[in-house]
């Protein structure tokens, strides 16, 4: 009996140890990432969001049924709970319009200059992550 109880731990413990890893290494660290935790905590974050103010209730639900909403002078940031309707939303937007990971992004037309805009885009998408969304190492 103890012998098959060692057997046991000899095969499933490294068996859960792979399951471990691969759930961790195929889970997107973006997907738990609130707006509190981009917006506001940093001079970087503030400087490229002037005016910013949370606008959730005003904002989310609707046609948007995003979580979480702050919107600013320069840009506005949906956090949503299904992946499918940050992209929905992200490609509502157009070119004004970016997606990373469950937050969808809406520039407002001349709020940020090309290389802001991309400073942004590579700052908030290497969030919680290795690769960004387009992917770019972080």
């Known amino acids: 009996m103890r012998t098959r109880w060692l057997l046991s731990l000899t095969v499933g413990l490294p068996l859960l140890a792979v399951l471990g890893v691969v759930l961790l290494a195929t889970r ?3 997907q738990d990432l609130v707006l ?6 940093d ?3 503030r400087s490229l969001m002037p005016g910013m103010r949370w606008a959730t209730d ?3 639900g609707g046609e948007l049924p995003c ?4 919107t600013s002078e320069t840009l506005t940031l949906y956090r949503f709970e299904e992946r499918d309707d940050a992209v929905a939303a992200a490609e509502r937007f157009g ?6 990971g469950w937050i969808a992004v809406r520039y407002e037309p001349g709020g940020l200059s090309d290389a802001e805009r991309t400073d942004f885009e590579y700052g908030i998408s290497c969030i919680n992550t290795w ?3 387009e ?4």
């Open 58 to 60: 005003e904002l989310c």
């Open 135 to 138: 992917g770019q190492d972080c």
């Open 67 to 70: 979580v979480e909403a702050v």
């Open 36 to 41: 509190s935790d981009v917006v506001g905590r």
């Open 131 to 133: 690769v960004g969304e």
């Open 28 to 30: 997107d660290g973006r």
């Open 43 to 45: 001079a970087w974050s």
């Open 95 to 100: 070119d004004q319009g970016y997606l990373t």
